[in-house]
């Protein structure tokens, strides 16, 4: 008699345990993939900031790299070298002028506090403000509230101003902290610059193959990208320097206090839809009325709404507006939130992020429509 062959499993069978092993290797594959990707993540993440700094900057200087390209032969190493060169010495000698003079006059700022406490001379200030018609209702209602809790209203102003003045002051350690942490992020930024340089254009192909979405699709993500980046870098930031320049001529020529200091607090403002650079002039304008000078304070006004304002009502709709379809509203919320979840870089980063989530929504609706 012939030995009987070993029964084959059922046919079925074979197949369900082959597709069990592939569910097996795929799970683990994803799952060493995300752990790679959450590595690699911890790894960088020290150094997020100065890499996405480095890529804004490329993107901004990248048309003059490619005239400086021509112009040098294509010598990669040379033309990186020159052109990171350049963004050192037109970011720093700018910057460090800035901050020169935003140093000086927040210790003059400083200073001129402390003296005006020690003298009395901002409790007479207090005083005289609360003389005036517009005022005097509130200090009245105010003094009458402090009465009958047993609190003195300009003992309690000045107590607090006297602990912030000195809070500040003594914050000295901290200020060298963050100059030695600015010093190092900006020594990654400009590494990670010069090779965005040498080899942005191999980069940009090898992560425009990686993204894993149609060509059609693929394209409308990196000009939506490319839209909200020229419209946020080159039309945000030209914004900003005449926003904050005009602010800032205003305050001089009106003898209003530390009046780069408040021109640069308006030019970081105007990055933000809502509000903006009203937020610094529209109070400064309000305490000229108080101090019943009523001159400065409309010639301020004026200068606010049709000034300062008009060039965000003229550029801005030509810069961003026409080329990215964000509502206002989600505008302002992204970078605020951007700046709170990332810092500085925020302002670009966060209304980045919300273009690519509406930009995802338009094509999951677009490929409805057409499986429709």
């Given at each position: 008699?012939?030995?009987?062959?070993?029964?084959?499993?059922?046919?079925?069978?074979?197949?369900?345990?082959?597709?069990?092993?592939?569910?097996?290797?795929?799970?683990?594959?994803?799952?060493?993939?995300?752990?790679?990707?959450?590595?690699?993540?911890?790894?960088?993440?020290?150094?997020?900031?100065?890499i996405l700094w480095a890529i804004l900057l490329a993107i901004v200087f990248y048309?003059?790299?490619?005239?400086?390209?021509?112009?040098?032969?294509?010598?990669?190493?040379?033309?990186?070298?020159?052109?990171?060169?350049?963004?050192?010495?037109?970011?720093?000698?700018?910057?460090?002028?800035?901050?020169?003079?935003?140093?000086?006059?927040?210790?003059?700022?400083?200073?001129?506090?402390?003296?005006?406490?020690?003298?009395?001379?901002?409790?007479?200030?207090?005083?005289?403000?609360?003389?005036?018609?517009?005022?005097?209702?509130?200090?009245?209602?105010?003094?009458?509230?402090?009465?009958?809790?047993?609190?003195?209203?300009?003992?309690?102003?000045?107590?607090?101003?006297?602990?912030?003045?000195?809070?500040?002051?003594?914050?000295?350690?901290?200020?060298?902290?963050?100059?030695?942490?600015?010093?190092?992020?900006?020594?990654?930024?400009?590494?990670?610059?010069?090779?965005?340089?040498?080899?942005?254009?191999?980069?940009?192909?090898?992560?425009?193959?990686?993204?894993?979405?149609?060509?059609?699709?693929?394209?409308?993500?990196?000009?939506?990208?490319?839209?909200?980046?020229?419209?946020?870098?080159?039309?945000?930031?030209?914004?900003?320097?005449?926003?904050?320049?005009?602010?800032?001529?205003?305050?001089?020529?009106?003898?209003?206090?530390?009046?780069?200091?408040?021109?640069?607090?308006?030019?970081?403002l105007s990055f933000i839809p809502i509000g903006g650079t009203a937020l610094i002039w529209g109070p400064?304008?309000?305490?000229?009325?108080?101090?019943?000078?009523?001159?400065?304070?409309?010639?301020?006004?004026?200068?606010?709404?049709?000034?300062?304002?008009?060039?965000?009502?003229?550029?801005?709709?030509?810069?961003?507006?026409?080329?990215?379809?964000?509502?206002?509203?989600?505008?302002?919320?992204?970078?605020?939130?951007?700046?709170?979840?990332?810092?500085?870089?925020?302002?670009?980063?966060?209304?980045?992020?919300?273009?690519?989530?509406?930009?995802?929504?338009?094509?999951?609706?677009?490929?409805?429509?057409?499986?429709?």
């Amino acid at each position: 008699m012939r030995p009987k062959e070993p029964q084959q499993p059922p046919q079925g069978e074979s197949f369900k345990v082959n597709m069990k092993r592939e569910h097996i290797f795929l799970i683990f594959a994803l799952f060493v993939t995300l752990l790679c990707f959450y590595l690699l993540y911890k790894i960088l993440s020290p150094f997020l900031a100065s890499i996405l700094w480095a890529i804004l900057l490329a993107i901004v200087f990248y048309p003059l790299f490619q005239r400086l390209q021509r112009i040098l032969n294509k010598r990669e190493f040379l033309s990186a070298m020159a052109m990171t060169i350049f963004v050192v010495l037109a970011i720093i000698l700018p910057s460090s002028l800035l901050m020169v003079s935003l140093a000086n006059e927040a210790v003059d700022t400083y200073h001129r506090l402390d003296e005006m406490i020690k003298t009395g001379q901002l409790q007479a200030y207090v005083e005289e403000l609360g003389q005036k018609p517009l005022l005097n209702w509130i200090w009245v209602r105010l003094k009458q509230y402090f009465s009958d809790s047993g609190m003195d209203p300009p003992g309690f102003l000045l107590k607090n101003l006297k602990e912030i003045s000195s809070f500040l002051f003594n914050q000295t350690s901290t200020v060298l902290k963050g100059i030695s942490t600015f010093v190092a992020g900006f020594f990654f930024t400009l590494l990670s610059l010069y090779y965005l340089f040498k080899d942005g254009d191999h980069l940009f192909k090898k992560f425009k193959e990686i993204i894993p979405v149609p060509a059609k699709e693929k394209n409308l993500l990196l000009l939506r990208f490319k839209d909200m980046v020229y419209a946020t870098i080159y039309g945000g930031i030209l914004i900003a320097i005449i926003q904050g320049s005009l602010g800032g001529l205003a305050f001089w020529a009106l003898g209003i206090h530390s009046p780069v200091l408040w021109g640069t607090a308006m030019a970081f403002l105007s990055f933000i839809p809502i509000g903006g650079t009203a937020l610094i002039w529209g109070p400064a304008t309000l305490v000229l009325f108080i101090q019943a000078d009523f001159l400065r304070g409309l010639i301020l006004l004026a200068i606010g709404l049709f000034g300062i304002s008009m060039v965000d009502n003229l550029l801005r709709p030509y810069f961003i507006s026409s080329r990215t379809n964000i509502h206002p509203l989600l505008l302002f919320f992204a970078v605020l939130g951007g700046i709170q979840a990332f810092g500085l870089i925020g302002i670009v980063v966060g209304p980045l992020i919300a273009t690519l989530c509406l930009t995802l929504i338009e094509i999951y609706i677009q490929g409805g429509k057409l499986a429709e």
